[in-house]
């Protein structure tokens, strides 16, 4: 059964294909399906303890995102890019809404990255048409 380990293993696992990029890409791939397919699990790990987790994964991934633009791997920048997107979407949808969400800092967090995740694609946009 897949439960919230195996996605924030999936993650992690994420940052050990640098310097690959076909695997990473498809690592990226590969999880934003499985977290598509399995929406509950990312709102039950805002839920919980394992959040912290959760949110250094996605400074890992967003971090990712930012060296993929800078090194014009596209392919990897928009695999990431997606994933981000997909679990922001998640969080940010699947949830009760409730005026004190905005406490809750991996909800702040989550509109960050949204927010930093379109900044970083638009960079990467100009600078691909700049040159």
Known sequence: MFDETHILRLL?????????P???SKAFQCTQSLVSTHQHLIVRIIDSPSADNLIASIGDCQTILHDAINERKYTVAISCAKLLYTIAHIALTSRDRNAMDIDVPIISRLHQTVNEVIDALSTGIDNLIKS
């Open 22 to 24: 076909e695997l990473q």
């Open 12 to 20: 992690l696992v994420i940052n050990s294909t640098k310097g690959k």
